[in-house]
């Protein structure tokens, strides 16, 4: 294990050199990036929008509509068909999901059905040679009474044909704004997320991706008063249509269609000569010229109408024909208005509404502030871990240490390679991994000492140290990376960029410990040639114990159950503190632009706007403030829209507005059910992995205590009263990997000691096997919690419950681990708990054999 070839030094050292180049552009200024040559790593990590501000907008298609207009279109072709076949219907209408008719002659019924039959024509293809598509199917429920249906694998093909035409309107849309490096994906069946970051006006990115944005050119109907209209019955094929001044004006337009936005292949802002208003200038392809020429040479002197998402935006009157195809619209315009109609026209319409359901915004000052505590979290945290493994471990330490640093450059490396967004809850993720990622060497290091202790030379010592600690480093982190794949799979946002990261964090943690360590240990082995192990500066265990935890096994059970149960009570009385992700609401963080926040003045300014109900308290600092708006029933995302606007017009002339979410019912529902099947699914991946790398009954002891400790943590929020969100499912599902690590390492001692110790009763081994990892379980507590209490203290307001969960579940993980997990296999007769004492030959650890156990 301490050898290395030429080849294998050079591939460890080639790989952390190329570490430290692809992360040095995170560093490096940016006038020194652009100077370097085209092959040189030159692009930085991505950062998250609440790292640099931005908003986050997911869109989710009109389904209602698009089966509405699809029966409207059915309908519409029935009637053609059959009259063109001269077939005397009656009763035509749609409900539900089909359209139904009823034909008066009988003789007239199969020609009927085959006048309908070209609406039963297989709208696409199957994929890989599977059945075509077919959107309407036609029964007949009683005689002469035709159903035509939509079937549910048409109105999924218009709704995926819908959603694909709406991504390509968005990204143009969102590329015309000069936005630098939007993020658009499809998201689900009818879903589309929108990220763009910096952007400052979040406001107009909501309105250009919120409308429709069909336009249409249609004659206004003069030979009726519009109020007589109004006020009876329009005359048939015309509509009343309202323009978007204040007040409104009426317009009775003809639902003929002369031109739509369809034939548009441009338009742009201008200004009036006459006036030096804003314009939008557009300019139709042949086809469209054609007819808009037709339509105003035998319209001179009549009104048309130019309607944008059923409003009429101008109506001017057709002095001379318009044959050249351009044209201009005017409506009393700002500068921005008009490049908004242009830029929306310009994409294209969408075919078919698209509602905001979840809405992030932060602001580049919030962002800043992020930045700020993350890096200080992060400094902070590293200078307390690398500190403590100096003092425990001596020069071993600092070589660790060297490690350790090569592990955040390789994490920072390949998130900067793949192009992942590193946010708030990701450098919680690096923060968290520095903790973590010393427990490898915590166990390569203690077990180097047992080695040794049990009389085996230096050399021996150091490479059955490494030899050993091997497969405990590779189960115990194999568990913790299934919670973050379930995590990165099942999360969504910042959930998946923790993710990520704990999950590189992860591979790199190994790679240093069995590489980077290792060579560097050999090195030194050989250049130094020591006589003993450097001895480190602090003991936390003594270097042997007999601790009988088995003695207080029913206590720690009864304790833990007792725990368990309240904790299980207090969910279903008291309940968790739920954030908006699960509940729904608005969230807006404002901050003071002098002086400390006045909750007071908040809400009494709240309540003037028509805002009730809202909860204002303190954030953070004194000049902070969050204000949490529930959601009423039957209101979607326009209200918590509208509730925004409001809140800022009411508060923006004191305070900053600094982060706004707002999350609609659906998608906290959503939210609800998909962390419940995380957590299931990242219990169920390990118990299965615990199972085929051991025996069921450490797989069932290892759920068991898992299970207490998600359930104590839940009781913790609930207790607390912390904010209970996506980001604290992300803490409980680290938890569990956590958990299962601290578990998953004493099993394995347990395993080992199994085939070593044939005829030693269970709780006498359980002893021995909780005492010789006892040192390995508090020297990772510790690291682990001193980097967490750097993010608590010093990683700001947002991740506080986050943290804060954690805290407590390594420290309840490491009491399961000990007092849970151990005990649990005696319930479940793993071995024979009876017997004579068995005497331990071992250097160090031979008293710990030695332990009565009832």
Excluded at 27 to 34: A, E
Excluded at 102 to 115: F, I, N, P, Y
Excluded at 142 to 152: K, N, S, V
Aim: glycine letters at 8%; proline letters at 4%; a neutral charge.
């Amino acid at each position: 294990m301490l050898h290395f070839s030429r080849w294998q030094s050079f591939f460890i050292w080639l790989v952390v050199a190329l570490g430290f180049a692809y992360a040095a552009p995170n560093v490096m200024p940016q006038s020194w990036l652009n100077s370097l040559p085209s092959w040189a790593p030159t692009r930085p990590m991505t950062l998250g929008l609440d790292l640099q501000g931005g908003s986050h907008i997911l869109l989710q298609i009109d389904r209602n509509q698009l089966v509405n207009e699809r029966l409207a279109s059915t309908r519409d072709d029935v009637r053609r068909l059959l009259r063109d076949k001269r077939i005397g219907y009656t009763g035509l209408s749609s409900s539900g999901h089909f359209v139904q008719v009823r034909v008066r002659d009988a003789a007239d019924v199969e020609s009927a059905k085959q006048a309908l039959a070209e609406l039963l024509q297989p709208v696409a293809g199957g994929l890989l040679g599977t059945s075509a598509i077919q959107e309407v199917e036609m029964t007949e429920p009683e005689p002469g009474l035709l159903r035509l249906t939509l079937t549910d694998a048409g109105i999924q093909y218009r709704l995926s044909s819908a959603l694909t035409q709406s991504i390509e309107v968005v990204s143009r849309r969102v590329n015309e704004l000069g936005t630098t490096e939007p993020i658009i994906q499809r998201q689900g069946d009818d879903r589309i997320l929108v990220q763009v970051p910096g952007l400052q006006d979040p406001q107009r990115l909501k309105d250009i991706l919120g409308t429709t944005a069909k336009l249409t050119f249609q004659m206004v109907d003069q030979s009726v008063p519009v109020q007589e209209a109004i006020q009876g019955r329009p005359p048939a094929g015309t509509t009343v249509m309202y323009s978007r001044d204040n007040p409104p004006v009426p317009y009775l337009i003809e639902d003929r269609v002369i031109v739509s936005g369809e034939n548009l292949v441009d338009a742009q802002t201008s200004f009036d000569q006459l006036t030096n208003e804003p314009v939008v200038t557009f300019r139709f392809d042949t086809r469209g010229a054609t007819r808009f020429g037709q339509a105003t040479q035998q319209n001179v002197g009549r009104l048309f109408a130019i309607i944008l998402d059923g409003h009429v935006i101008s109506a001017p009157q057709i002095r001379e024909p318009i044959l050249g195809g351009t044209g201009q619209i005017s409506g009393s315009f700002t500068v921005q208005s008009a490049n908004d109609l242009a830029v929306l026209l310009r994409a294209g319409a969408l075919p078919a509404d698209l509602n905001i359901v979840e809405e992030r915004t932060v602001g580049p000052g919030l962002g800043q502030d992020s930045i700020d505590a993350g890096k200080m979290a992060a400094i902070i945290g590293s200078i307390l871990v690398v500190v403590f493994m100096f003092a425990a471990y001596g020069f071993l330490g600092f070589i660790a240490n060297i490690a350790l640093i090569a592990n955040v450059v390789l994490i920072i490396a390949i998130l900067s390679v793949l192009g992942a967004t590193l946010t708030l809850p990701g450098i919680a993720g690096i923060v968290l991994t520095v903790g973590m990622a010393v427990d490898s060497n915590v166990l390569i290091y203690e077990r180097i000492r047992e080695e040794r202790r049990q009389g085996r030379s230096l050399v021996q010592a150091l490479d059955q140290g490494f030899q050993k600690a091997l497969a405990t480093i590779i189960d115990s982190n194999i568990t913790t990376l299934i919670a973050a794949v379930v995590l990165f799979f099942l999360g969504s946002g910042p959930v998946r960029g923790f993710a990520v990261t704990l999950a590189i964090g992860i591979i790199t943690t190994v790679f240093t410990a069995f590489t980077l360590t290792r060579w560097l240990t050999a090195e030194w082995l050989r250049r130094s040639r020591p006589k003993e192990l450097p001895r480190g500066y602090i003991r936390l265990v003594p270097e042997v114990t007999r601790i009988p935890f088995m003695r207080v096994r029913l206590q720690a059970f009864a304790l833990s159950l007792s725990l368990s149960v309240a904790s299980v009570v207090l969910l279903f009385t008291v309940g968790p503190n739920f954030g908006i992700d699960f509940t729904g609401g608005t969230i807006i963080e404002v901050r003071a632009k002098s002086g400390e926040a006045d909750t007071g003045d908040i809400r009494q300014r709240l309540s003037q706007a028509g805002i009730g109900e809202a909860q204002v308290q303190g954030f953070g600092n004194p000049s902070d403030a969050l204000i949490r708006l529930g959601i009423a029933p039957d209101t979607g995302a326009e209200s918590g829209d509208s509730i925004v606007r409001e809140a800022r017009a009411a508060l923006e002339a004191d305070y900053d507005i600094r982060r706004t979410e707002v999350v609609g019912p659906t998608v906290s529902g959503e939210l609800v059910w998909t962390a419940i099947m995380g957590v299931l699914a990242a219990l169920g991946g390990i118990l299965i992995y615990v199972w085929v790398r051991f025996e069921w009954h450490f797989a069932l002891g290892a759920i068991a205590s898992t299970i207490n400790d998600v359930l104590l943590t839940l009781g913790f929020l609930v207790v607390t009263q912390l904010q209970f969100d996506l980001s604290t499912v992300a803490a409980i599902l680290t938890i569990v990997g956590y958990s299962l690590n601290d578990t998953v390492v004493i099993y394995d001692r347990v395993r080992e000691n199994l085939r070593r110790y044939k005829k030693m009763p269970l709780g006498q081994l359980l002893d021995l096997s909780d005492n010789e990892m006892l040192s390995r379980t508090t020297m990772t507590s510790i690291t682990t919690i001193l980097a967490l209490l750097s993010l608590f203290v010093f990683g700001g307001e947002v991740i506080r419950s986050f943290v804060a969960s954690m805290l407590f579940g390594v420290v309840i993980g490491t009491f399961s681990s000990i007092f849970v997990a151990a005990p649990i296999l005696i319930l479940f007769r793993l071995r024979p708990t009876t017997g004579p004492v068995v005497e331990v030959e071992a250097g160090g650890s031979d008293t710990a054999g030695q332990v009565p156990t009832r």
